[in-house]
Structures are given as structure tokens and as C-alpha cells.
């Protein structure tokens, strides 16, 4: 069988490319990933291991090889389409009940994903088993994003001040509004208990906080 390599722009990785590989890995549980990948699988070990492992568990007892060379009856062969088809009724069911995030939405962590989309901009914070959608205001967002694509950058070009982020966010070129926004985005990580996203590394510089996991992948 012919070995295939799924490669990924390191640092460019969603929620939707996690389960499209998860889905190839059901096919050929014989691919190969990228390290990116397999730390972004690793964060949402939780999912993987309660719905997706079974379900490639029961796919690889019956192999191509087997359905070629007649080993399963049409009766066998019905019997494991039933059972996929349930399996996939129930990951559907578990995904829906964890609150996965949408698919365009990025991981930060394995417990945190931004969410940038029309209409629904804020965050999904994994807790107590599920994850859950706190609302941002956009500017925080934005703010968030575009740090995020600044750290594969080195020091400096991976931090902003607060006025460069004021040029950038701010229509109204107000310094106190930006630092509200950093401000509120540090007090509620410390309300959620979570990982702060967004660190101030002196004294009016901010750059993404370098211990999420999308900042550790890239080491």
C-alpha cells in the first residue's frame, strides 16, 4: 500500500483540518501526518479517544484486502455498514453536545479556539467536558488574529505596542480603547481559569502568550 504524507502549513491549522484528517486516518490508518498535525490532534485528544478511536478501531478489523479476497459475507458486510453508520450518528450526536467549534475556527490551544466568523466573533473555552462560546468584542478578535499570525515572526516583529495596535484597530485613534480591549481579554482568562492568550512582555508590548500549544508547535 502506498505511504502518503498529509502536509500542513505549520501554524495554519483548524478545526476543519483536524477532522478531514481524522477521516483519512479512518480510511488508511497507515498515512502519514505532519508533527503540526499530530499536536493539533493530541489537543483534542479528549474527542478522538471517546468517538474517533472506536470508530477506526471497527473500520480496521475489515480491510480492503478482505472485501477483495470475499472473506465477508453480505451479510457481514451489512452488519459493519450498520455499525459505521451508528458510530457516525453518535459522533455527530457528541459533537454537537461538546459545542465543537466550528470548522474555520483556529486552535490556540487545546482548550481554546478562536472564532472569527460574520456574526460570531469570540472564543470557545473547553471546560467541565464541553466547550463553551464566550462573545468578544470584534476589536479583541482582530487584535487576537493579528498576533497570531505575527508569531512565526522573530523578536520584535512578533509583538505590537499598543499604539501600533491602536493605528491598526483603532478608527477613532484612542489608546484607552485598545488597552480596555487587552485588559478585558486578560481578566477573563483569569475568571475562565484558562491560559492566557495575549501577554505584555514590557511595558505597553503585547504578543501572543508563547506557552499556548499553536506557539509550542512551532519549536
Not at 20 to 36: A, G
Not at 81 to 107: F, H, L, M, N, Y
Not at 177 to 206: A, N
Request: net charge negative; with cysteine.
Amino acid at each position: 500500500m502506498k505511504m502518503v504524507t498529509v502536509k500542513h502549513k505549520p501554524g495554519t491549522i483548524t478545526v476543519g483540518d483536524i477532522m478531514d484528517t481524522l477521516e483519512k486516518l479512518e480510511k488508511d490508518p497507515s498515512m502519514k501526518i505532519s508533527p503540526e498535525m499530530e499536536k493539533s490532534i493530541e489537543s483534542l485528544k479528549f474527542f478522538s479517544e471517546s468517538i474517533i478511536q472506536p470508530m477506526m478501531n471497527v473500520s480496521s478489523l475489515f480491510t480492503t484486502e478482505n472485501r477483495v479476497f470475499g472473506q465477508l459475507s453480505d451479510e457481514e458486510q451489512k452488519m459493519i455498514d450498520e455499525v459505521e453508520s451508528e458510530t457516525r450518528q453518535e459522533r455527530e450526536r457528541a459533537e454537537r453536545a461538546a459545542g465543537i467549534p466550528e470548522k474555520d475556527c483556529i486552535s490556540l490551544d487545546s482548550h481554546i479556539f478562536l472564532c472569527d466568523l460574520p456574526g460570531k466573533s469570540g472564543l470557545y473555552l473547553y471546560k467541565e467536558g464541553k466547550f463553551h462560546f464566550l462573545k468578544l468584542r470584534p476589536m479583541a478578535v482582530n487584535i487576537i488574529a493579528h498576533l497570531y499570525q505575527m508569531r512565526t515572526h522573530p523578536h520584535p516583529r512578533n509583538c505590537r505596542t499598543v499604539e501600533q495596535l491602536m493605528e491598526k484597530f483603532s478608527q477613532t485613534k484612542s489608546i484607552k480603547t485598545i488597552k480596555e480591549r487587552l485588559y478585558e481579554l486578560r481578566d477573563l482568562c483569569k475568571q475562565q481559569g484558562c491560559k492566557q492568550i495575549l501577554v505584555d512582555i514590557e511595558e505597553g508590548t503585547w504578543r501572543l502568550n508563547f506557552e499556548l500549544d499553536c506557539c509550542e508547535m512551532l519549536g
